[in-house]
């Protein structure tokens, strides 16, 4: 869900995500994204997205914020984040890969504020991917599906290659698979499944709190 952490340093805590660096940075940066329109597929015809399902999607651009538990599989390597996300570019996270102990993060527009886990002491310096910190274009990619099938409050479709860029980051080839589940309000869940640079990147995004989420706090 946001920027990737590997080191407490915040210049390259905004780049590097170890042990698949490219693969994990993309997904994660490209998940910190907002719904900001819909697509028009290249060369594939769209299909009607379902009401309650473009309903949920409306209802993630206009909330106010919500909380999140992302993870990004690669089958060699897991890195998941999990935190709060307040609109427009405020977000509050903790980024754990294995055999590293987690760090927590909180970007706030430009700056990017990193937590050393060994003296518990903040840094911040600036981010160069500040249009990254609005989580909500995640769901921009959504609005054109090549195909649909719904099973209950699950939405299975899949994205043009020009969505799948969209959705999981320049690296991505191919169609993405997607699963998206309804909650009470806006989404639940959203699972897609793509190849990345040659390898088959899973991302799984639970929502919760839609609308409620803490405040997210800056360091002093």
């Known amino acids: 869900m946001a920027a990737p952490v590997h080191v407490t340093d915040a210049s390259s805590a905004v780049h590097t995500c170890q042990p698949a660096r490219r693969v994990c940075t993309a997904f ?16 594939e015809s769209s299909v009607a997205v379902p009401k309650p399902l473009s309903d949920a999607l409306t209802m993630m651009q206009e909330s106010g914020g919500y909380s999140f538990t992302a993870t990004i599989d690669t089958g060699a390597s897991s890195v998941t984040t999990a935190g709060d996300f307040q609109a427009p570019n405020k977000i509050a996270q ?23 886990p060994s003296t518990g002491l903040w840094s ?20 054109s599906p090549t195909s649909m099938k719904t099973d209950g409050n699950a939405y299975n479709f899949k994205l043009s290659a020009k969505a799948t860029k969209q959705l999981a980051g320049s690296d991505a080839t191919g169609s993405a698979a997607v699963i998206a589940t309804v909650g009470t ?9 793509v190849t990345a640079n040659g390898q088959l990147v899973t991302v799984t995004i639970d929502y919760r709190d839609v609308g409620t989420s803490p405040k997210v706090a800056i360091p002093s």
């Open 28 to 43: 994660l940066l490209v998940m910190t994204l907002a719904f900001v329109s819909v697509i028009t597929a290249c060369g």
């Open 185 to 193: 309000i806006g989404l639940s869940q959203l699972r897609y499944i």
């Open 124 to 143: 911040t310096k600036a981010s160069t991917t500040e249009g990254a910190v609005d989580l909500r274009s995640t769901f921009a990619a959504l609005g």
């Open 94 to 116: 903790t980024v754990t890969r294995p055999g590293s102990p987690p760090v927590a993060m909180v970007l706030d527009g430009a700056a990017v504020h990193v937590q050393d």
